[in-house]
């Protein structure tokens, strides 16, 4: 068990939808980052925060957004939804500003049909 | 454009013997390497890094080899074991503004009993 924790854990959702994934990263974990696996392709970095504040930005769509909270825990925003967007979302925490050892939390397995 | 790259989708050895599991990069800027294991159903695991000082770093069984010139590193295990079989992700990142982790697409490991 990693600390992180990742909500929900499974995502069904239909082409134009809306939906939020929510991360809750180690205790005393300042950095949060998200990750879009898809099928046959490595982990994509989309986004970091830290301390609330956006630090670094990957191949995040514009219909993605995300923001941490001032209790640190984070949401990734995913809207009008296309089929493209299947994919299994992580989070991952660290203590530091910087991108080296982190702590993947289960993921959330988003399916868009 | 993939800059961390596993070009060998899988490796099976047999237990005890050793696996050498590859990554190539072609970003001459990352100075900080990592390799991390995922079983199904589950996040990644971080397992060993080395920084772009270092030539080499050994954790146990898990030993990362680094050789700037070539752009490439290495993760041996020795021996290998069953609970070893996992895919394994290689990714690479770089000090200054808006680092990220850069990960390859993985290899899985079998290791046959």
């Known amino acids: 068990d990693s600390g992180v924790t990742q909500t929900p854990k499974h995502l069904i959702t239909a082409t134009g939808q809306r939906v939020t994934l929510r991360c809750s990263p180690r205790?005393?974990?300042?950095?949060v980052y998200w990750y879009q696996q898809s099928l046959d392709q490595g982990l994509q970095f989309l986004i970091q925060?830290?301390?609330?504040?956006?630090?670094a930005k990957g191949n995040i769509l514009e219909r993605f957004s995300a923001q941490q909270f001032p209790d640190l825990h984070s949401e990734l925003n995913l809207s009008s939804l296309e089929l493209g967007d299947s994919a299994l979302y992580f989070c991952?925490?660290?203590?530091?500003?910087?991108?080296?050892?982190?702590?993947f939390g289960p993921g959330t397995r988003l399916t868009v049909t | 454009d993939q800059q961390v790259k596993q070009n060998s989708p899988s490796l099976s050895v047999q237990e005890g013997r050793i696996s050498i599991l590859n990554c190539d990069y072609t970003?001459?800027?990352?100075?900080?390497f990592l390799w991390y294991k995922k079983y199904p159903a589950e996040g990644p695991t971080f397992l060993i890094s080395i920084s772009s000082i270092k030539d080499k770093n050994e954790d146990g069984r898990f030993t990362v080899f680094l050789n700037k010139s070539a752009k490439h590193l290495s993760l041996h295990i020795v021996p290998s074991q069953p609970g070893d079989s996992a895919v394994y992700f290689c990714a690479a990142s770089h000090t200054g503004a808006n680092s990220k982790l850069t990960f390859g697409k993985g290899i899985t490991l079998s290791v046959r009993p």
């Open positions: 991952a925490s660290s203590g530091r500003d910087f991108p080296d050892e982190q702590y």
């Open positions: 205790s005393g974990d300042l950095s």
């Open positions: 970003n001459s800027m990352f100075d900080y």
């Open positions: 925060y830290y301390n609330g504040e956006e630090r």
